[in-house]
Every structure is written in C-alpha cells, then in structure tokens.
C-alpha cells in the first residue's frame, strides 16, 4: 500500500476482528499493512483481544531504540513463524485489553502513517518515541490529558460539519472526515471536492489562520471550499462532549461508531475523561470557493525556499457563497 490514510488502518482492524470471528481454527489473525524498502508493518489480534502492532527492525536498529516508558503500552522484539521465518520484529501491545481499544486504534493510525512516510529504518524509533509520548495519558490510569482551547474550538469547527453531514449523507460522512490525521483538507467529499474548516471564537470576526502552505492549495481537485465559523461563549450554548454525544447518537453502524471514536482519540480528545466547560454558539458560518483568484500563499507561488508557511487571511473584501450556491455544494 503506497500511500493510505487513517480509514484504509480502521478498516484493516475491522477486518481482522471479523476474521478472528469467523475463524475456528486460528488463534491469532495477522494482517500485512505496510510493505516499504527497509521495513514491513503487519496488524494482529488475538483470541483475547489483545491488538498488536508488528514493525520489522533490524537488530541494529533495535539496540539503538529506547523503548518509551509508557504506562498501558508493550514493548517487545520477537520472531514469528506466521509472518515470516527468521526475522525479528518490535512489537506494541496494551498491556491491559479493557483498555479502550477505539484509543488504541487511534494511536496505530497515527504511528503507521508516520512509519510510511519516512525514508530511513533509522528514523522508525524516534517516530515511535514522538507518537507514544502524545498518546502517553491516552493509556494511563490517570486519565490527565487535555485539549488545548484552540484545539477545542478547532476541533468544534469540523465535528459541527460532520454532524451536518451526517444529517445529509448518514454513516458514510464520517469517512469523509480527515481532520484528524493531519490531511491537507478537513474533509474530503465526493467528486474529489475538498473543505477546509477554520473555526475562531476570537473577537475579530474577519481573521483566520491559515496554517501552512498546503490548507489552501486547490491542486489536483474539482473544487476547494473554505468554510468559516465563527463562534462566541455563552452559558445557554453547546460544549465539545454534547456534541459528540449527539453524532454518537446519530451513527448507526457499529463498525463507523467505532471509527468515528477512534478518530477522535487520534484527534487526541479523550472524550470520556477530558470534560470541556466552554458553551459555544454558531454566530456565523459562511462559505468562500477558493480559485485561483482567492488570495492565498500556498507551495505552488512561494519560493522552494519557504516552507513550514502560516498567516493570517482577512475576510472583508471577500465575498462569500450565497445560499443558493452553499446548496450546491453538497449535491452529488
């Protein structure tokens, strides 16, 4: 698999939790994922539901790596016969299977997604290390994690459109939903049509934040739509845990519950134990297509030099979407 994204991880773990279902002789089921010039990366669960990841290291590799101290997480190095004589893999595991396995999920998608975007084995570790170490409470009895409030407000932003969505298209929007893993857009929609979402609780309701020099690019798509909600605080409104209770309550399949839940653990949103107090309510939410005439830096007009991009967009003398054509947008 060249190149995939967090739903192609989700469903592989869908798949081998049918399998091992279906399977009377197998005590664990193994699943090839991820195939590159220096390592490969297979997913397996067993019959006590024990989810591990398997990562091809060579031993040179492995005495270099310290492993990261991470309560509810294994670490190990073994052989397994099943995958492929003679070779020697690192293993991650939860230690204890009543941890919830949607945070685990969440955690493997944004391990595997870093792994196949590296160019060295060497790199593998200090991956390894970054992602457990910002996954590291998710694990822990202490349950001490937080979203930062621009990160609430953010996030907000993109499941206050998803429930949208899932009002018009039902469970297959939250597939479309790629916040979560860092993609270039917020949401990838049908005829290769792209949203991106800022959402601001700020005072000034004519500035967003564009992030980097890809938020905006509209290369290789139909269509690029900035959407922009503004929200302000107020007692009477919604907070974050409300909202996803209500797309909870919305989701009918059990399989896109449990993505939609893993998606907000690798979101890095303990939604159970982290409680947000702010109330928020839409005070405006408008819709802007982005052309090449849309005032925008983005990696095709700026110097190979410039990277690691992020400004500030005024909205004033920008026109937005009327209504007639916001309803345009989501017709298939």
Known sequence: MDKFTSNDIYSSW??????????????????????????????????????????????????????????GLLFDYVTNDLIELNSSYLTISLSNTSILSEAFDGFSAALLMAINDCKLESDIPYIINDICSGFANFFSDKKENKISDSIEVGLFGELFVLDELLTLFGDNAVSTWLGPEGNKHDFSLF???????????????DLVKINNEFQLSNNNLFALYLRVIFLEKVNSGVNLNELVKKIIMKIQDTQILNLFKSKLYQ??????????????????????????????????????????????????????????????????
Do not use: C, G, W
């Not at 990366?41 to 270099?64: F, G, M």
């Open 14 to 71: 869908n798949m081998i939790h049918k399998n091992l279902s279906s399977s009377k002789t197998n005590d664990e089921i193994i699943l090839p994922l991820i195939d590159l010039t220096f390592t490969k990366i297979y997913l397996s669960n067993n019959v006590n539901n024990q989810k591990r990841i398997y990562i091809k290291l060579s031993k040179l590799i492995h005495d270099r790596f310290s492993r990261p101290n991470i309560e």
């Open 191 to 205: 005829s290769n049509i792209a949203l991106e979402v800022k959402t601001s609780a700020a005072n000034r309701k």
């Open 267 to 332: 979101s890095k949103f303990d939604y159970l134990n982290d409680i947000r107090q702010k109330r928020f309510n839409t005070i405006s939410d408008n819709f802007y297509l982005v052309d090449q005439s849309f005032p925008k830096l983005t990696f095709s007009n700026i110097p190979n030099e410039i990277s690691d991009l992020s400004y500030k967009l005024s909205l004033k003398n920008i026109k937005p979407l009327s209504n007639e054509e916001k309803q345009k947008i989501y017709v298939i």
